[in-house]
């Protein structure tokens, strides 16, 4: 019965001299009571202390699992903060936000887990990551607690759970020390405390720390007079730092430090579970670390800690260095800057330095974050970079944000303008190479030589520099690859160097203009109008493949490259609406504005090739003759046996592939008909598996045409039309039949070896012939056994589809050579199918609402090991949809769920922690002792002792 139940993060350690605070740890384990704990006191009160105490008096007699994150300046970042939280909860995400902390909480389920936010203060009630948390707080699940930690009340939406007693506070009165403990720690330190005060932790355990005092701050004195003098400088990188490693501090430091040593020497130096040191605040005030502002910022920029730098900045007033950091954070983020941590920093700067370039550039890159078609970004950039003549990485940067920027709204201008000036400059950086190359490589493109473009972004340094400025070099790459006809490589190269749905849209594109019919996946919609228009003129060409005549694209377009993807949308469509003549009338009229002299025009004409092929005489002549790319030799491949086709040639053979990808399905099917009236159907059927009833109606329209009459009637025979109704299978449980929605008694179903053979139909894609016969007729010999599977599959037609004419094949039983399958989708469903596929925490439900009992009884003792499989699969769906209910608060059916499980498994470990943890959240004594004793029995039945988890859970059942 395992479980994970990692999650400790970078938990302070108390030193052996702080007192075990018994009353206050025991107030704090109470975490679990409440599904939110509120810890709020300033500096010095030991809150990081007592929440350590706990944490470790968890792991003694653990109730839960916790989770800690110390919370740090760049936290105010949402991504910057789920991330922490996911990693403190040993998990990950690609694109960490409040969903994925949500999920990763409910993922512990059934287990309680417990999130301690630590030094919460640190994000501000306004930014993105106290909008995390406020996300998190009003939908943490059931089975999770959250302890916020900070020196002020947080601003989180609290209002509701106070008022359901759902919020434990602990304050000053409660962290301060009592006259006993205070007595206590004294006796510890073997010393008399000679001053009141108050209680306060931290400046008691100095005072006492230094011996008899008149304050805390004349100690504090007393410690740093009896420090050498490097632990007076490690002390000091250790607070410009704030939290930090030993060589990080020695780095700062100048000299070779040991921090163990350190902590035990100063009070108030604490040593994190993750081999790190931190220095409390209250030395901050009393130790100068301006000598090492530039040592610590060093690290810190090293670190990747770029919010931190920019603490030690703004604290020190330090301007110039906080423009250094400025212009950093955007050579590092751009399209994806941190805009709480930016603007938080252009709040401090003082009116007489916003003008200074590295300010000018972030605010810039704060307007593009916001809204990338802001027209105030290109003067804020160009001023930075006027300001910027003598610092090239710098400009570097600046263009490099106007790169962006010009990219994000397609302004080719600004792209050309961009690339004049970095020709200016001194290309000694790889951010200034690389827009060197990638903006001649715009300019070739536009002049109608991708190739040439290709010869500048190989040389392109897109490993050296930021991802955010390589991305749109990588875009525009795989978009100049296409326009050479080499689809495949730009495929390749969008999924191998881009990971966003964009990207993957992009290379899906590719591959289907380079004849290969993809899956088209959703996704967020192009980031820009010109983006839109592009993608709107593609998809318009690929539905017409399907016979979809969606709206074409204006007429009018003002340059060659968009009147190119308006004229094939347009031809498309009219295509699809067999409107042919306006189609090469589109065409006509094009050459006519633009043409194929034009270079410009010509190669993107190219992207469309087979329409242009096919309906201008002009342009095959011209490609005909031309040394075209692999994509588009296919496409032309394509385009010429469609031609030759209608003069009667059908030597050209055309993967079904390329016919569905290039041509528009009237073309395709008229192309299928031509081959069938010579006895190949195989382009036809395929077709019709592929798109659809609407290849049948096309069929029908042909068979009215004297010159396809034959070769459609033949298909007509050949390739079954879809049934006219919906036609249900179901086998989980015992078997049946619907027709739209309602079971048949057909005397077929009583029959055994059809219900067998069905079943096995259902369980594997494809069955062999010869494989069904040695399963269903074991002891005939070859010939009778294959006798018998005709027969049965004749019966089993007529059960699946009893309106079909004699000798007409059948549409949902296919019999390809040896093998036989049933066809998956369209009208044909199948209960088992649908439960391997829904597997999402969405669709649970649905998949276990499936069980009728147990799946494919006729074929229990011939396919065991599956149907083991399809009941394993079944107890996982139950115990995560119990789970699941656990979390949102419905112990009684999470409890009911388990019990289901457990019926089917009675030894599944996951079962008994979800049958007892739903015992405990329904405060169901009864109920928990028959879950607690249902487990035991079970450990003593296979001999082994309990996990970690199921022990917090036993354990749990004891003290309830």
Not at 546 to 573: H, I, K, M, W, Y
Not at 660 to 686: D, I, N, Q
Not at 750 to 762: A, E, I, M
Not at 887 to 916: C, I, K, S
Request: overall charge negative; aromatic content about 4%.
């Amino acid at each position: 019965m395992g479980d994970d139940t990692r999650g400790l993060r970078a938990v302070p350690r108390p030193l052996d001299v702080e007192l075990p605070r018994l009353r206050l740890v025991d107030r704090l384990r109470q975490r679990w009571s409440r599904p939110v704990t509120l810890v709020v006191a300033g500096a010095g009160f030991g809150k990081t202390t007592a929440l350590a105490q706990a944490v470790r008096a968890n792991l003694l007699e653990p109730r839960g699992v916790d989770a800690w994150v110390t919370c740090g300046p760049e936290h105010e970042d949402a991504t910057r903060l789920a991330a922490a939280i996911l990693k403190a909860l040993g998990t990950h995400s690609p694109e960490p936000g409040a969903r994925e902390v949500l999920a990763a909480l409910r993922h512990r389920a059934p287990l309680d887990v417990c999130l301690l936010l630590d030094d919460v203060h640190e994000v501000p009630d306004t930014s993105p990551g106290a909008q995390l948390l406020a996300a998190v707080t009003r939908a943490l699940p059931d089975t999770a607690h959250l302890v916020l930690s900070g020196r002020c009340a947080s601003g989180l939406p609290l209002a509701k759970r106070e008022a359901a007693g759902e919020v434990a506070a602990i304050g000053t009165e409660e962290l301060a020390f009592t006259d006993a403990e205070t007595a206590a720690l004294a006796r510890r330190f073997g010393r008399e405390l000679t001053e009141d005060l108050h209680g306060w932790p931290a400046l008691i355990r100095l005072s006492l720390s230094a011996g008899p005092a008149a304050s805390w701050r004349y100690a504090a004195e007393e410690v740093l007079t009896g420090l050498t003098e490097p632990g007076r400088h490690a002390l000091a990188a250790l607070v410009a730092l704030r939290c930090a490693t030993e060589d990080e501090v020695g780095a700062v430091a100048g000299v070779p430090v040991r921090l163990e040593r350190l902590a035990r020497a100063v009070p108030l130096v604490d040593r994190l579970d993750d081999g790190r040191y931190r220095a409390h605040d209250l030395w901050a005030d009393l130790v100068p670390t301006g000598h090492l502002r530039a040592g610590a910022v060093e690290v810190l920029l090293k670190r990747g800690d770029l919010a931190g730098a920019g603490r030690v900045a703004c604290g020190a007033g330090d301007w110039a260095l906080l423009a250094r950091i400025a212009v950093e954070l955007v050579r590092t983020t751009l399209s994806v800057l941190p805009v709480a941590t930016a603007e938080r920093w252009l709040k401090a700067v003082p009116q007489e330095h916003v003008d200074e370039p590295a300010f000018l550039l972030l605010k810039a890159a704060v307007a593009h974050a916001r809204d990338f078609t802001d027209p105030t970004i290109d003067c804020l950039v160009d001023r930075s970079c006027a300001k910027m003549q003598d610092d090239h990485d710098g400009a570097a940067v600046a263009l490099g944000q106007a790169v962006i920027t010009a990219h994000s709204r397609g302004d080719l201008a600004r792209l050309v303008e961009v690339a004049q000036r970095a020709q200016r400059l001194d290309a000694s950086t790889p951010v200034l190479r690389l827009l060197r190359h990638s903006v001649a490589a715009v300019v070739a493109e536009m002049a109608g030589d991708p190739e040439e473009a290709l010869v500048h972004l190989a040389q392109a340094p897109t490993g050296e520099v930021p991802k955010a400025l390589s991305v749109s070099t990588t875009r525009f790459h795989v978009h100049c690859l296409a326009m050479c006809g080499r689809g495949h490589d730009a495929a390749e190269l969008a999924e191998r160097m881009l990971n966003d749905d964009l990207a993957l849209r992009h290379a899906a594109v590719a591959r289907w203009f380079d004849g290969e019919p993809v899956e088209f996946q959703g996704g967020e919609a192009d980031s820009t109008a010109r983006g839109e228009f592009v993608a709107r003129a593609l998809h318009t060409v690929i539905a017409a493949s399907f016979g979809e005549a969606t709206t074409e694209l204006p007429a009018g377009q003002d340059n060659a490259r968009d009147a190119v993807l308006a004229c094939a949308s347009q031809a498309a469509v009219a295509v699809t609406r067999g409107e042919e003549d306006l189609a090469r009338d589109i065409y006509k009229q094009h050459l006519a504005r633009w043409p194929a002299d034009n270079k410009v025009a010509e190669r993107h004409l190219r992207r469309f090739l087979t329409l242009g092929y096919v309906l201008s005489d002009e342009l095959r002549e011209r490609w005909d003759s031309t040394d075209l790319g692999p994509s588009h030799r296919r496409a032309r491949a394509a385009g010429r046996a469609f031609v030759q086709a209608r003069q009667g040639d059908l030597s050209e053979d055309v993967p079904a592939e390329h016919a569905l990808c290039f041509l528009p399905l009237p073309w395709s099917v008229e192309l299928a008909v031509r081959l069938a009236a010579t006895g190949k159907t195989k382009l036809g059927g395929w077709l019709a598996d592929r798109v659809g009833t609407a290849v049948h109606r096309l069929f029908r329209d042909f068979t009215r045409d004297p010159e396809l009459a034959a070769g459609a009637t033949r298909l007509l025979a050949a390739v079954p039309t879809p049934p006219d109704h919906p036609i249900g299978i179901e086998v989980i449980g015992p078997m049946r039949v619907t027709r739209n929605g309602v079971a048949v008694d057909a005397p077929e179903l009583r029959r055994t070896r059809v219900r067998q053979l069905l079943g096995l139909l259902v369980l594997r894609p494809v069955v062999v012939r010869e494989q069904a016969m040695d399963l269903l007729w074991p002891d005939l010999d070859p010939a009778s056994a294959a006798r018998n599977l005709r027969v049965t599959m004749t019966h089993l037609r007529r059960l699946l589809e009893p309106e079909r004419a004699g000798g007409e094949a059948s549409y949902c039983l296919r019999s390809d050579g040896d093998s036989i399958r049933l066809v998956r989708g369209g009208l044909l469903s199948v209960d088992l199918w649908s439960f391997h596929e829904l597997s999402d925490a969405d669709s649970l439900d649905q998949a276990v609402a499936l069980w009728r009992g147990e799946p494919l009884p006729d074929l229990v003792d011939l396919c065991e090991a599956e149907i083991a499989q399809i009941r394993a699969r079944h107890v996982h769906n139950l115990l995560a949809l119990g789970e699941l209910r656990l979390v949102t608060g419905d112990p009684a059916q999470a409890g009911q769920l388990a019990d289901r499980a457990l019926t089917l498994e009675p030894f599944e470990p996951r079962g008994h922690r979800l049958a007892l943890a739903a015992a405990l959240r329904a405060r169901d004594p009864q109920r928990t002792v028959a879950a607690r004793a249902r487990v035991l029995d079970s450990l003593r039945q296979i001999g082994v002792r309990p996990d970690p988890a199921t022990e917090i859970l036993l354990r749990q059942s004891v003290s309830s």
